[in-house]
């Protein structure tokens, strides 16, 4: 489909080729020149809407789901909070064990008691499965009584544990066996680790006269995590990790055993600190880490181990992003009714005008039914109305004035025009033409002799040039007057005119002389022109002047050139001069001659 009729209203349309009417329609709509007011009510009513619900909708979604982040990370850390106290609170129910096993009646005289002392032993690793070995030392150091009898008579003065236990009750850092390594069962293929716990014992007198210490394995430990990690699980997978003053794994799972950790929340909670961070461990991921120390008891020092909760962060933020997609279906429904009732307000805001704007375009089509509608609407609509009907009125009055004028006018114009284009010919010619002989002037004959020698010289052919002069015409203007002069130079530039070829100019280039342009031709060529022309005066016999017969003859000077196209702008002069001094050389010789100019 062309563009034509209403589309060729705007060149833009064109580039709407090959594309529907409909579409092509609706995108003329919506260009900012073609909206109607009901069309920007609406989009400026709809931008409102969406930047309003959309920042609201933005604030709202960023404090939720800072809240929510802060909330995860916070149940994290009290995960890890729980765990830490749990460790701790064990460690201090096994601390209070020895602490009254060595009150009891009996302890400080081990010897004399040994049955009851390894059945008592016997029972607490029954009910706590978790003690490796209790026993019972000397002052020195030598164990007198022990659970199974494991390292009796052996003595462990040099063991931390006994060491401190002499002075106050005390929990030693997880360890390697050293001599129960080869007397205990160990499972799996890791190291037996053992925690101490000791407390000394005293005579009547308070004096110290042995210790009594327990060996607690470290699966007490891990069955604690489990404990904690298995009801978790079920409904939010995390990972457990323990690590230790150097923030080495000591408990966790078996892979991460014994590497040191290197990461934000080891750093922060070797600092003490307690809290969440979203950080990237060693294998890569990205996890949301809750940390807290242990911080021990009045009764004794923390050991300065850490627990670490991870939860992968895709998981851990899973809430967040259903709360933002929450958030933004709730924000795209809202904008929707904004949008909806922004629809209905801009098509009542704008029906009094697209009405009244409708009119307008039937009455500038000319439908001889268009009129405006009824006034109606609100305040300014009814005004607009009233003032247009009142002002189409006096335009319809004046435009019937004008176009009376505007015709008169016209017709004038065109009169006008034809006069000044006639005119402007007349000059033409005038300004080409000799006003006594009727032939082209000096002024033309120059113009066509530039244009022909450089056409010439591209196309490589010759052009030539005949330059004649009445012989003794002074004498015919002094003996018989100018009248009589002016009558024999129009009658041999008629004879002159009758033997040019029609593609050569002849032209009054002087008083009494005459040049004629030959085109392509040769100095042969135009030798024979020459000659033709000289021969054509001096045949048609004297020239009637009044009364008398003057005798006119012309001598005639000849030249040729082959201009290259080096040599176009000098060519003209060069031909100029090479014709007249052909013609002053005839003149010489006698006069009604032809003499060629040499090559």
Sequence with gaps: MPCSGQWRRRRADCKFRGVPLDLRA?????????????????????????????????????????KLREDIGLRLAGTSRSLADRMDEGLYERLNDMRALSLLPGLDEPMANQSLLRDLFGMMQLNYPDYAWIGVTDAEGRVQIASRGMLEGISVAQRPWFQAGRKEP?????????????????QGDE?????????????????????????????????????????????????IFVVNRQGEVVLGPKSWRGQRLDIPSVQQVLRGESAAVLETWPDGGEYLTGFAPTIGRETFHSLGWAVLVRKDAGLAFQPVAELRRQIWLAAAALTLSFLLVATVMARLIGAPLRALAGAARRIQAGEPDARFPRERGYREARQLTAALRSLVEDLTQHQDELTAL????????????LELREANAQLEVLAMTDALTGLANRRHFGDQLAREV?????????IALVTLDIDHFKAINDQYGHP???????????????????GDLLARVGGEEFAVLAVEAALSEASQLGERLRACIENAGPISVGRAAVPVTVSVGVAALWARQGEILKAPERLLAAA????????RNGRNRVEVAAQ
């Design 170 to 186: 005390y929990v030693g850092d997880i360890h390697e066996a050293v001599l129960l390594a080869k007397l205990l069962p160990v």
């Design 191 to 239: 190291p037996l680790r053992l925690i101490d716990v000791a407390a000394p014992i005293h005579d009547d007198h308070g004096v110290v006269i042995g210790v009594l210490g327990a060996h607690l394995s470290w699966q007490w430990a891990e069955t604690m995590r489990q404990g904690l990690l298995q009801p978790l699980m079920l409904t939010d997978p995390v990972e």
């Design 484 to 502: 009589a002069g002016d009558t024999v130079l129009r009658r041999v530039a008629m004879l002159l005119e009758e033997q040019v070829r029609g």
């Design 26 to 66: 609706l995108a003329d709509r919506l260009r900012p020149r073609s909206a109607g007011l009901r069309l920007w009510l609406g989009l400026s009513y709809g931008v409102l809407a969406v930047v309003l619900v959309g920042a609201l909708s933005l604030l709202v979604e960023r404090a939720a789901t800072q």
């Design 406 to 417: 505007t015709q008169q006018l016209e017709q004038r114009v065109r009169d006008r025009t």
């Design 580 to 587: 007249d001094d052909a013609l002053y050389r005839a003149k």
């Design 454 to 462: 450089t056409r010439c010289a591209e196309a490589g052919k010759p």
